[in-house]
């Protein structure tokens, strides 16, 4: 076990788990403690082996190194892949230069993106849009013409919109970890970088449509999906189905009594918390095809929980109100 | 005339073979080493030596090599970095062209310090024919003993390859080198793990430059304190300098660690002087990476000291006024450069060479590159070079790897040295098309 | 050079030696090197089908192919003039005049930088530091270096490689035989 201490807040967590995890218990396990100490993470994701270190969102100092070696960390860390010390101090929200450091990531990962959030699928389940409004600036300094790319389809069921993407990596990890053939992968180098097939191929196998979920932003978003409803006029729902192909726990998006889409269940990371497959996804647009749990669980502060519950608190007062209703009744 | 250990035949007729070679005095570090030492005292001797990466970094190389793991039964691996791209250095190509066999023999003699079955020099794609002419060495040592099953009658024995990259300036970061030579994409690795644990093909491995390998040879013969008597204080031994831009005589020097820089640049035996005996304006004295220092701060450091070519001396000051002994690639400036199209090029380069998996490099280069292009082309704003600050600024120390911060000194450096000559382009543009000053005038015959 | 794309016995068997220098299940190591010879051999340039070939011949999946033959700068994705100029022009080249250089090149062959002549004979590239900048300016076409250029040796060189171009591409020149 290693004692580290972020953000002044003390919790002894597992050797070998990263500064993000530690951050990310700290919150879980104390509800004193303020959501933030846990850096945002852009392409990290825990479910996905060797994902992060790369979009620079969650760095954070290391000011003593641990009990042993007390130097501090010369450069900024990615919290997702530096691994704790006991005895490590890590400062994230209350270092003004961490704060610096990561503005300048946002802005890094913004003067090339074509900010198109009114006409973007993933707006208001935007990872980027989250960011961007927490952490960047009001205005782009950024006065050259931005980098563009022509959309296309992988498949009949992924849209790659990759001028929105941010290079996370997650979706050439989804690919590598969770399906038994990659197609696509990061083409060029540099600035020119894109996520490709190089020539036009279909994504196709039972499980790529979880390169949608993955996605932060709205670089690949689901075709059956595509400019239906704004996420925050739908309905997610916690719902099942026997699958044969995967768990079939998922969330429906519900517009009435329709099915607009079908994801992953997402924890407050943001994470899916099964993946699940193309038919599920892709195929089971009925309400008729799935067996509803309950509104699903949304804290994210974005608009897309701004629809159903005005915060997580008054969300379980109202469920333990109708819990007690339903009792009473009974 | 300062003490030569690397270069000193490079004048022999017909050093590149292994039997003129041997003539003169090669292999004999392969054969005092593996005939009279143990690997752990030729890692001594390293070490005491003080010998450090000639690559850039300047780490201690014996100590690099003294973290190396050794689990039973996981092969380890030796990498020598010949990669050589950082502009303004070519003296591992000089090394390699001219004496491939005393790479060859510091790969023998390294190769069995650290207990490395299998080594590979891995060379920059553009190198080709610099390649062949290692390959045809390697065939050579092959064929006499030198490599390969038993050598020297010895129980060593040991394999070494070339790779050739094909185009990559950041292939010249260990890890990325790592990933290029096991076929993928030049991507830096994200630290830790670092290569003495998981390096190549996940085995421990030390990747050290073409000419840190080739002083092992030297070190052996002469033994760690002998050689560790050359130089000045912790910067010991010899370097190679590439030596180019405004100067007579462009080219690689060995240099004793601690000659003065004004002897460096205007001494009949290195650089010559500056040609047609313009002023002296600023040098790049490590490689493109490394800051920028207007001809004042490169003579003498801020205390008015004699600045000497060592890793202390050049870096003395910090950045605000020094600047570090890199690669040694040596650029000089006489008073015609324009320092700010000079720094455009830099931009370009890294722009280019920027591998595009962290957002402060891929985004920022190109942003960097951008605005100093629009600077030079007559079209900047004022508030460019604050932004430019503001830039590098966010991209130092937040990147995978140092190549983020390899772009933003330059920037860093000629703003702090220069800010007038940016003030200059971009309030009097219909300047810059008139004066021949804000070009490089250096034309070549004939144009 | 053949239309089919298919390596010949005697490239095969040195494709096979450079697969042969990595540790077993590690011949994926082997892909630079084969995918210059790959470019040498059809046509100086890498086409979808070569690399498609070449993933074939390492067993590996195409998209890791076209993912290292984009990311490195020697590897053409299109195709290429017979001679392929590459004039660097990082600071010490440019302090040496590679602009020049590069502007002589554009007049005498009629075309921009990036463009290849009519005849398909030249491609101008300019390219970041080649590692020559004690030899400044400098171009590389094949594997040779071309360096401490005037106006007089690019002119003489435009000749040479005319005369060389009319009967083979550059490539076949200098990679075949020696990896």
Redesign the interface.
Known sequence: MAKVTIDGHSIEVPDGTTILQAARMLVDNNPEVDAKVAPPTMCYYSKLKTSGGYCRTCVVKVTKGSEKDPRPMPKPVASCRTTVMDGMEVVNITSPEVLEARKGVVEFLLINHPLDCPICDQAGECHLQDLGYEHGLAKTRYDFSRRTFNQIDIGPYIKLHMTRCIMCFRCIKVADQITN?????????GDASEI????EKAVDNDFSGNVIDVCPVGALTDRTFRFKSRVWFTKPMDAHRNCTKCSGKAAVWLKGNDVLRVTARKDQWGEAIDWICNECRFEKKDAKDWVIEKPSHIDRHSVISQNHYENLAQLKLDISKQQKQIAGKK | MGKKLLIHNDNVPGIATLEVYRQNGGYASVEKALKTMTPADVVEEVKKSGLRGRGGAGFPTGMKWSFLAKPEGV?RYLVCNAD???????KD?YLMEKIPHALIEGMITSSYALGAK?SYIYI??????V??IV?KAIDEAYAAGLLGKNILGTNFSHDC?V???????ICGEETALLE???????NPRIKPPFPAIAGL?GCPTVVNNVETIAAVCPIVMMGGDEYAKIGIGRSTGTKLI?????INK???YEIELGLPVEEFIYSEEYCGGIINGRKLKAV?AGG?SVPILPAELILKNDKGEARLMSYESLSEGGFATGTMLGSG?F?V?DET?SIV??LY??A??YH??S?GQCSPCREGTGWMEKILHRIVEGQGKPSDVDLLWDIQRKIEGNTICPLGDAAAWPVASAIRHFRHEFEEYINHPERIKDVKHY??V?????? | MSNEIKFNEETLALVHKMIK?Y?EG?H??????I??IAQAEFGGWLS?ETMDYVASI?NI????V???A??????NLKPVGKCLLEVC????C????A???VR?LEKKLGIKEGETTADGMFTIKTV??????????ML?CG???HEN????KVDNLLEEYRAIGKQRSYTDM??KN??
Request: charged share 20%.
């Open positions: 053939n990659r197609y696509q992968g990061m083409l060029f180098r490709s097939t190089y020539i | 092969e050589e791209s950082e502009p303004g250095t070519f190509r299998t920059r794609g553009e190198y080709f024919y390649a062949r390959e390859y790779q050739v990259g094909a185009g990559a300036y290029s030579l096991e076929g993928k994409r030049g093909y590439s030596a180019s831009g405004h462009p080219g690689v790049v493109s690639g650029i400036y450069t199209k000079n090029t830099f370009r380069f280019h060479e591998c070009y490089s250096h034309q070549l015959a004939g144009a | 220098r540790p590690k994926k190591s082997a892909l630079l090197p995918l210059h979808p390492l999946k195409p998209i890791e076209y993912e290292v984009s990311f490195y700068s020697m590897y022009r990082t600071s010490s440019w302090t040496r005049g602009e020049d250089v002589h970041e530091c080649l590692g020559s900048c004690g030899s400044a300016p590389q594997a040779s270096y250029l005037t106006m007089e200098d990679y020696t990896l």
